[in-house]
């Protein structure tokens, strides 16, 4: 991959992402952007947020923008994707999309991508060798899963000093970044 966007969240409707959003849409040559739209599996906020999201990219200068949701087949969705300058995978439930990439078995096609990935929130944490899922994020207690393993550390999004007592916790060997809201580790 060329580069990667650790996005630690914000309320894109209000506007809290467009600066870090128009950095990545400004270093890509086509301006294409595929939302791999899958932490959620409810179709209505599914076809909300697609609408939201093209709008979104659109106004910020996307040519083209893409949505695994409305894929014909995998096979071309593959081909979307390696096409589109901007893998974008958006927020939500992070067990969901991870389940979800590996159902779809795109772990190893987000592995060979040459452009820009972006993880916001939930698509930062996956795209990391652990994903950490910690009790602010509605667990019982920290989760730690095995991430995409783009890179060989881990981000804890939505960063606010809550957490300091859980990700102290964790094994010695898993190094973290926090990312609070409205800010990137590229």
């Known amino acids: 991959m060329e580069k990667i966007y650790f996005i630690g969240g914000g309320n894109l409707v209000k506007g809290e992402l467009k600066e870090i959003d128009s950095l990545y849409l400004q270093e890509s040559k086509n301006k294409t952007v595929y939302v791999l739209d899958l932490t959620t599996d409810d179709p ?15 106004s910020l200068g996307a040519s083209e923008i893409y949505f695994f949701s409305l894929r014909k087949d995998l096979n071309s969705a593959i081909i979307n994707i390696h096409s589109s300058d901007i893998l974008y995978i958006p927020g939500g439930n992070a067990i969901s999309l991870l389940n979800n990439i590996k159902r779809f078995d795109l772990d190893r096609v987000i592995n060979e991508l040459k452009g820009i990935i972006v993880g916001n929130s939930a698509g930062a944490l996956i795209l990391c060798r652990k994903t ?14 095995d991430g995409l393993n783009l890179v060989d550390f881990s981000v804890e999004v939505h960063y606010n000093g809550s957490q300091d007592s859980e990700l102290l916790s964790l094994d010695k060997d898993i190094l973290v970044y926090v990312v609070p809201e409205k800010c990137a580790l590229v």
């Not at 906020?45 to 093209?54: Q, S, V």
């Open 44 to 58: 209505k906020k599914l076809n909300n947020y697609r609408i939201f999201l093209k709008d979104y990219f659109k």
């Open 132 to 145: 950490i899922i910690t009790k602010d994020e509605g667990n019982e207690k920290t989760l730690v899963l």
